[in-house]
């Protein structure tokens, strides 16, 4: 069956019965117990190379063949996985080479997974040759709907070829070294290159002072890696073109560019392991929602199309600091949180506990026991239920008026940065904080790439869009310009793809955000970091608010916009707040500024939740974004549309009251409520 | 003198006149003071090595000659060591092989100490020689008491021999690879080796998902070990096949498995080196000598025989965070803690401090000053002193009714475990939580391996006995059926002894403790972590505590025990505490269990030190062990009965009475009472 | 113009052109700029080697030529850098030994500076031809003031052609073998050398339990890196003998003996970032002025003369955890600081911020923003006015009467100590607490080596003076003999010059502080270490004071000093403060001694700063030091006296009052006053 032509949502996980071959009993059971369950989709074969190539060249099939059958028989979709997320031990041996070099420079011995080298000819070799032998065999296999490459890829290789392949690459992109010297600053500290072949990876006790040189490498890896997908893919589609392929993105910083890598897949699939219950790191069950929400709804903006939900935990994961189960209603409530974000799947890693190695008590549908009498596999087969009540909306769109961005090569650019700030968890959290802010509003939001098409939206938050390509400056200017309402922060607007600042001269003085001093009506003139536990009080509509983090010093740009746009821009931007403490104390924190026919607001500083919450409920109200409720300030509950349909989550223990549709509905807690 | 015939504890401690060759008044300073402190027993030539063979079969023994000569006719006896704990600096150089490999696959330069491979032939065979030289030279020697190999061993090494090595002893044990395979689940992320030479040690950088194989490792360096510690022995003994052979143990997890070592060894030796008034750690120093008493027990109970405590700081140790002096009275009560929990010495490291190098400020008999004239010198001398009036309890045995299991396989198998619980270092407090918990009823305890011979005692306490050898189950049900009491608590039975996981079928289903549901009357249905500052309050006997770190979900097993055994086990268990927070509120988390003749109590919960100290006064009466006092609830004192002998120790800085034989003994700060 | 014959306060920075070449726009306005800043000296070519030499062998001065003439015609000094901090990538490429090797044995890949290897042939012979080009064509020109070596020297390499000098080094220090193991105590784990070659420097993983191994490897490469300061000495004044030639000290602790290198150069150059208004390690501005002003007494007092401050952050420095703006008047403020504190000079990293790499956000004198119409070049520009109404004090001496002994060696020695403390983060601070307390009670300060001539103060403090060189106690003794007063505290006189602790006999003992005990007229029994967050009270003069860290036990010497000195030594020393907790209470935790002509004290505790403060003021008193001011316990304020002229600078945020010739002058917050 093709995958889009599934009448139900996808149920299921992954499923090794490469581990249990001389268990047949086990295998039966797993089939009795999925039925059971609801499952209608496993994922096979993604650790399974050395159950399928046990010696190099020698191909076991045969336990493949009677699984694909066996779930055909059964009703069950397969998305068929390329084993190469893990070679077989006799490959490390004999090619050492396929194994990944740190950044130290020392290659990994044979052990762990997703850890090779992407530019070992061999390695590519050995992945195209049993992705094409799966292929001949199984891509016109009436139970594959999908293909599933490789398993969660992160990066990077630092080996002798990676670093040929790297000079290629920067000869490409730069053609003369007085170029990329030009580029990449490197005057500074006399590290002046006179050829290309004088170039190191980055390395710890090598060159960590040219951040571009930090940029690009992680770009050309992002290269390096979506050119091995391109491999895979086409090993996998040689005998069958027409199924969809995907992979299972996992980390939002992991080294892959999903914004780019998913140009080159068919569906985005997503590994989703909130910690949910767990108060080591103080977070609530509501930050663990959020933080799952937006990883959804990246997932779901990467192609503005419904996602899988690949791999979940139905109980325990095991990766945690401490492994929590899963109080009663999380279950239903979790899985149904990622069908309201836009999933078409919720899938689990993995179906049946192993026995041995480092996931054994990872938790799965299927533990130890064998029974399938836990409460887990009950959880389980009512989330398979209510997914059969749902599954006309399989497939259906989610459609956003507001996005924040959230740009990876933005964010490498901040997490290198010395003289900002020494801690950089600021900066991966920061976009989550101004979804979070929205979602508090009851808005369904997007999470996009600042190279996104801003033009589907009303609002767009860019929180630290700190670099600048070329584009980026003209691309809000317009937005701006035709209406949009454009939210930038500090540190933002402050260096160009090769993390060079922006400078100006006597004549022509730069200050942030560049090229856009006209749309902001105002300029940045000192950025004043704040320790972690200090504060400035700021003051928005006669409230007092904490300032944190950093506080940018502006300056209005009266008269800036005028010459350019000739707008309403021609004034200088309203102070919405102002601080109230230290030497800037009476200066402006917020400011609102009409630019063309829309807004542009800068905010200067970054603040705690409150205020973003109070800042977005009337930059939303102005920019006239669509409430899914008339309620306000309701805690721990999200709300979110999919093609119509409301879904209201609470994610407290505590019940809580939302106004849908004119009516009261309380939601008991961990409790949701479906409407339309 | 034979060192049985010794009728004195030993008082000494090691000694190292090779440091001061070229201070023959310095070495006659030694013995005045010697004889003025009460020492009778030097450990001597324990890094000896350069002094001994200074260049490559250049043997220089003169100065050791002397000593052994000087210490005879003082009256002194001598512990001869073998020279094997470091190597002189012209070993590394010329056999750089010698040195060991850190398992990042790094040889250690020269420096350091029981840093070598012992894989290497060509260290086996420079300490083969020197070993029998020394025979040869002092085997019959009227001042030998006992052999001393090497010094304090720990491990392990990493190099390509040993992974040789370790490859043969893995086809000797599994004998195919598809066996091997299959015990180590290595399916798992495509792990599965088609050779042997396939495998590598376990590494940072490498392989440490497969859990077997770490353990294995560890396997089989112990027993490298163990064939290194028998070639030494046979070299010592060469000459002189009467004298005993120990080895000072120090840290039960060094990476040596000392209850395998044990069984190499005629004698055990301990050091012990609290940190006595030291709150950095929050220890107080009721918790001290609790961990004092548990490795006294330990090393005890090795051979249920008087062992040696072969290292003591008479004052401050100097490898701790800050260096205390031992307080006034503390000397003489940490001295006879050892002696009350079985010792037959005190002795020192060191006799005088070393002027340079990395132990010079370790507390010593004789401090820099060389006078005499200190307090530690008096402390010392006190305890000669008191040493010589107790000699007659030399050698007597020391019985203990309850004993606490602690077992080194299994705390290595926690200690690597994903899924449980991240930090670890709650599974290595644990077994010393359940001992504290019988100290403070005032029994004697024994600390044992899970292998030892249970028949022994009324009550045995197996907390968190995770790792199941085949016959585990089969040896606790015989205990309990045959009238033993046997206290099991939460994460046990969950794995084999390659830590593969307990697993049922639908027709079979597999709950832990694995083999004992019927014994303990329940079967666990699933494992909640608490975070570090979580608790859950459980109820006992009217009384509220707080459960910790895990809470299990258990439920009751009903009659599981009659087709098995056809005795009072066809009942469930009784629930003797219950969970009164949470979604399991009301549930049970402590059980009691009758069985055959015996009774099984099964912790679900790990819970605060009160619950344990009161669980166990209720369970040991129901068992019937024997208190040393009637007295109940008394804080800081520990009560040990030696041969009829009753030790009363108090920890703490103020008085405390217990009433010993019908009257109240009130100790002062630090105070004793030896009563018997 | 000769430097001492340039008017004026040195004012300006460092100034990197090269990084500007192609932007002839921006060297223009840089002349404008710096004029409208009163900028008279500019520090260039600190990391021009790849502008200067882009390929082996390829000379590039045209730039530098047009720079040097351009300055001179616009009035502006040039200090002219040896580009040796950072070499080209093409050198590193051809001849990777250039780059040092770290402590375990890897090399370092290219990137970073002053990261070589200064036992290089090939990296000595590249840096003496550059250096001596630069010295052909600039030795002469009239733009040149003085030679900058280098930039901000650190060590140590360990690669095998380092160790093979330091072989070479330890030859000649130590003649024999037999020599070097009883110095180093090398019998201590049997680490007896057999022969030169197989020593090998300290390593994490080797040898690093022989302290004077250590302490010597510190020495030889000092004597290494001095030796190298000389080839490039030599190079700059070939063609021009007569330049001054500095280098820019940066770290007390950078493995740079600055105390040695300053007998290498002829003037001392200091760059000094404060975290002035970080919170963040709980520090405030008092803790910031303090550590300024003992780097700064120290840079003066290594030649007793005026100093140079060749670095200061104009306002956000980018290296710390927090990156704060300098507030108002703090700018002034601590720039007037360091021209209280001796230095004649105000200049800044760097006159223009780079727009990429590691260091784009360091605070710099022109920003991004290229305009000078910031708050920041406004600030230097009215240091640089201030500097030309002060330009009469320029080169003007300052006299202190007291000194605080910092020294490196003794530092080291502490470092690496086991058994006294194993955090030395307060070995690190000890000396600077000791320098407040003096500040506190308004006098000037030195802060000197043990080496230094005493007799020039009339009192000397020597904080845990742990190090005692042969003369040492002898230097102590006459100087307190001949009048002077000496204060010492515990961790004193412990051991020689090897780390070798000072040890006695039975009938010659030997106490701390070695060869002292009459001085003092006391001697050290024990050593009793605090945790941290542990005290002692103590009682002086009344009041209670907390003693921490350490607490000795002594006893009086009486009489010791007789027989020796025949002086008032006779009698033991007078208690002044004693111990009124622990088992220690009563005895003495303070005491002053009667010697010669002279008093010595000992501090056998660490106390809180207020008891540091209180003792000071009456030695102070007793000792006759001239005090600054009448007014006593001001807080936050630095009255310093340079050449007759007293600065009164207020690092509160308050208003301060001080008593100055008579009347009471109010400091604004971060405000300054300057009389006479």
Redesign the interface.
Known sequence: MKLDEIPEFLHGGDY?P??W??RP??LE?DI??MKQAGVNCVSVGI?????LE??EGVFRFEWLDRLMDSMYENGIHVILAT?S??????M??KYPEVMRT?A???R??????ENHCESSKIWREKVRIIDEELSRRYARHPALVMWHLSNEFYGHCYCETCAANFRKWLRHRYGTIENLN?K????????????F????PP?P????????LTLDYDRFWNDLLNDFVEMEKAAVLKYGPDVPVTTNMHNMNCGVDYYKQAKHLDRISWDSYPRWH???DKSTEWENAVGAGFTFDYARSLKHAPFYLMESAP??P????????K??GMHMLSSLQAIAHGADSVQYFQWR??????????GAVVS?????????FRDVSEVGQKLKELSWLKGRPEISEAAVIYDYENLQALLQ???????KSFFEKLPRAHYEALLKNFVNVDVIGAEDDLSRYKLVAAPALYLFRPDTAQRIRSFVEQGGTFVMTCYSGLADE??????????????APHGLNDVFGLRV??????????YREIEYRGKLYKALVCCE?TEPAAGAGSETSGTAGAAPARCLAVYRQD?YSGTCAAAEHDFGKGRAYYMACHAEADFLRDFYSDALDAAGVKRLTESRGVGDVILRERDGVLFAMNFSTQPRTVRIGGRDVTLPGYGYEIVG
Chains 1, 2, 3 share one sequence.
Request: glycine letters at 8%; charged letters at 30%; aromatic letters at 12%.
């Open positions: 090794n490469d581990q071959l001389d009993d086990i059971d009795r117990l650790f399974a190379w050395s159950a046990p010696q084993p997320a893990a070679r077989p031990p006799w490390a041996k740190d130290n420079r020392v990994q011995l044979y052990g762990g997974r030009r990449y600053w490197s005057a500074f500290w006399s590290h002046g290159y006179s050829d072949d004088e170039i190191e390395a006790n090598g060159e960590r002072q040219l951040h571009a767990c108060q080591a109980s325990v095991s990766q945690f600091e401490f492994c929590k189960l109080r009663p506990k192993s026995r041995g190695a480092v996931e054994k008590f990872h130890h026991d064998g029974s399938g009498d836990t409460r887990v940065q010395v003289g900002l700030r020494r801690d090769n993390d060079l600042a922006f400078a100006g001269t006597l004549s022509r003085p730069e200050f003139k000192e950025i004043d970091g704040l320790c972690d536990d200090e010093l030497f």
